[in-house]
Structure formats: C-alpha cells, structure tokens
C-alpha cells in the first residue's frame, strides 16, 4: 500500500468512525498530502524526517497555529497506522508541538452587539431604513436574534431545520461538528423574529415546502453562509459599526464573552458551544480573569 492509499484509508476512518466533516477531511488531506511531497515515503516516515519537515514549514513562514494543525493530523495519521499494524512505532511521539500564542478572539462589546440588534429589528419593521426588501430584512433579523441567542457556528445556523421555528420551544437540539447533538437555548426575541420570518416565507411558493428555515436556491438548499457574512457586515455598516470588525464568528465570540461577564461558568459555555475539549473553549479566559478582579476590586474590604 502506498502512500496515497494509506491516506485514503485513513481518511475513510476518519469519516465513517469519528464522523468526520467534510471541512476537517480537506484539511487533513491538504496537511498530509504537504508532508507527503516533502517526505518520499511517508507512511514509513521516522521521527527525523518528521522533524526535519516541520523545520522546514517552519522556515516557509508557516504560523505556529498552522504548524501545530499539520504535526496534529500526522500524528492522528500515524496513530492510524499503528492501530492498523501498518507500522510498529509511532514516530510523532517524541515530537514537540510548536509554540504558539493565545490570540485572544475578536468579538463585540454588549452595546455595540445591542446596536446591531436594533438595527436589525428596525430594518424588519421597515425594510427601506436597509434600502431592502422586506423579505431579506425579516430573513437577516431572524438570523442575527438566533445567532446571538445560541452561539451557534454560522454552518450550524444557515442549516437549521424549520422545525426548530414551528415548535416555538425556549431551548433545541443541534447537530454540530463530529455530528453531536447539543441543547442551545433560544431568547424571546429570537423566537419572535423567527415567527416574522416563517411568516414571511410561506409567500415564497419555492420556499414554503422547504425543510430549512432559511432556504435558498444553491446547491445545499439553504443559505450560503457567505451571504450571510456579506449581509451582516452591511448591517454592521448602517449601524455604525465598522464593517471589517464584523462577521458571525465574532458573534458566536460575543454570545460566549457576554454570557461570562455575566456570571456563566465555563464548563457550561463550553457545551453551550459545542467544544469537544475545555482547552478550545479557554480562550476566553481573559473574560474570567476580568470578571474576577473587578469582584476584587469592588467587594474585598482592603481593595483600593
């Protein structure tokens, strides 16, 4: 077996044990296949030609995060072939993950977020205030209430079922990355937005029968989430707030940031989110950390 079928084997596995996305095999066939064109034989690879080629992606300019991404997917490569029997060593074991910062995640602050909601509301209640339809006004305001209300990744939200806004229920289950399912919860104001819209929607004879709640005519049958992010920085725009500093990530970011300055506890954000391991969701420790020393600074006897 060479080197490209063992990658196709692993990836099979990747796909049918773990559940795999599509966006995760990509990237591991983009990493391996990389190391494969530096590394003649790599499945019979050692711990020194591993080594050497992360030297190398090194001095190609690769970030440390890009750096850690590719030695991850070899190692969970080699573990394969080990579990397999393919080989008899893992050489990733000795190997060391490079250094990397902790950039902390770009988000908003709870009045600017408050600022785009409005607008958003406003826009749906009169679509020329968006220079829009009131069809794309109803669609964008339910999306950001349901955005901010849940956290949920932006592939997450442009999929969701219709289901989800004709149960009117204040929590539902999503079906997120590695396909698990997690209970987000669903505000008032996301509810109400989703009614209008459904509303809206069934005077689109194209969209009525649709099983999504937001439907579009692409391939996948729902919303492209780059229209979305296209939408929500234009939005962003009409509400004063700088276009480049916007996209659904950094409301995801502020769903998180905002529930912590609030008293939620980590463990809960994490699922809340979706994240596999607490360590992915440690990036918002700086938001602990603040919310910590302002308790400090403004219940202990001898603060200043």
């Given at each position: 077996?060479?080197?490209a079928?063992?990658?196709?084997?692993?990836?099979?596995m990747?796909?049918?044990?773990?559940?795999?996305?599509?966006?995760?095999?990509?990237?591991?066939?983009?990493?391996?296949?990389?190391?494969?064109?530096?590394?003649?034989?790599?499945?019979?690879?050692?711990?020194?030609?591993?080594?050497?080629?992360?030297?190398?992606?090194?001095?190609?300019?690769?970030?440390?995060?890009?750096?850690?991404r590719k030695?991850?997917?070899?190692?969970?490569?080699?573990?394969?072939?080990?579990?397999?029997?393919?080989?008899?060593?893992?050489?990733t074991?000795?190997?060391?993950?490079?250094?990397?910062?902790?950039?902390?995640?770009?988000?908003?602050?709870?009045?600017?977020?408050?600022?785009?909601?409005?607008?958003?509301?406003?826009?749906?209640?009169?679509?020329?205030?968006?220079?829009?339809?009131?069809?794309?006004?109803?669609r964008?305001?339910?999306?950001?209430?349901?955005?901010?209300?849940?956290?949920?990744?932006?592939?997450?939200?442009?999929?969701?079922?219709?289901?989800?806004?004709?149960?009117?229920?204040?929590?539902?289950?999503?079906?997120?990355?590695?396909?698990k399912?997690?209970?987000?919860?669903?505000?008032?104001?996301?509810?109400?937005?989703?009614?209008?819209?459904?509303?809206?929607?069934?005077?689109?004879?194209?969209?009525?029968?649709?099983?999504?709640?937001?439907?579009?005519?692409?391939?996948?049958?729902?919303?492209?989430?780059?229209?979305?992010?296209?939408e929500?920085?234009g939005?962003?725009?009409?509400?004063?707030?700088?276009?480049?500093?916007?996209?659904?990530?950094?409301?995801?970011?502020?769903?998180?940031?905002?529930?912590?300055?609030?008293?939620?506890?980590?463990?809960?954000?994490?699922?809340?989110?979706?994240?596999?391991?607490?360590?992915?969701?440690?990036?918002?420790?700086?938001?602990?950390?603040?919310?910590?020393?302002?308790?400090?600074?403004?219940?202990?006897?001898?603060?200043?």
């Amino acid at each position: 077996m060479n080197n490209a079928a063992r990658i196709e084997a692993f990836l099979e596995m990747m796909s049918a044990e773990r559940g795999a996305a599509e966006n995760t095999l990509a990237s591991y066939r983009r990493d391996l296949d990389d190391a494969a064109g530096e590394i003649a034989n790599l499945a019979n690879a050692s711990s020194a030609d591993l080594r050497a080629y992360l030297d190398s992606i090194a001095a190609r300019g690769f970030a440390p995060t890009s750096q850690a991404r590719k030695l991850s997917a070899l190692r969970q490569f080699f573990k394969f072939l080990y579990a397999e029997g393919l080989r008899a060593d893992d050489p990733t074991g000795t190997l060391d993950s490079p250094r990397k910062g902790r950039p902390l995640p770009k988000t908003m602050g709870e009045a600017e977020t408050g600022r785009l909601l409005d607008r958003a509301a406003l826009e749906a209640g009169d679509p020329s205030q968006g220079g829009g339809d009131d069809l794309s006004a109803l669609r964008l305001h339910a999306l950001v209430e349901v955005l901010y209300a849940t956290g949920l990744r932006v592939s997450e939200l442009v999929g969701l079922p219709v289901t989800v806004a004709q149960r009117d229920d204040r929590f539902f289950m999503v079906r997120g990355k590695g396909d698990k399912e997690r209970m987000v919860p669903l505000s008032a104001k996301a509810r109400t937005a989703m009614k209008a819209w459904l509303a809206a929607r069934k005077r689109v004879p194209a969209f009525s029968s649709s099983t999504f709640l937001f439907p579009a005519a692409s391939d996948s049958g729902f919303l492209p989430r780059q229209v979305f992010a296209r939408e929500l920085k234009g939005l962003a725009a009409r509400a004063g707030i700088s276009a480049a500093k916007i996209s659904p990530h950094v409301l995801r970011h502020a769903f998180a940031s905002h529930l912590l300055q609030n008293g939620a506890d980590l463990r809960a954000v994490q699922q809340l989110l979706g994240h596999a391991d607490i360590s992915t969701t440690q990036i918002y420790t700086h938001v602990l950390e603040e919310r910590l020393m302002r308790l400090v600074s403004e219940h202990h006897p001898l603060a200043d």
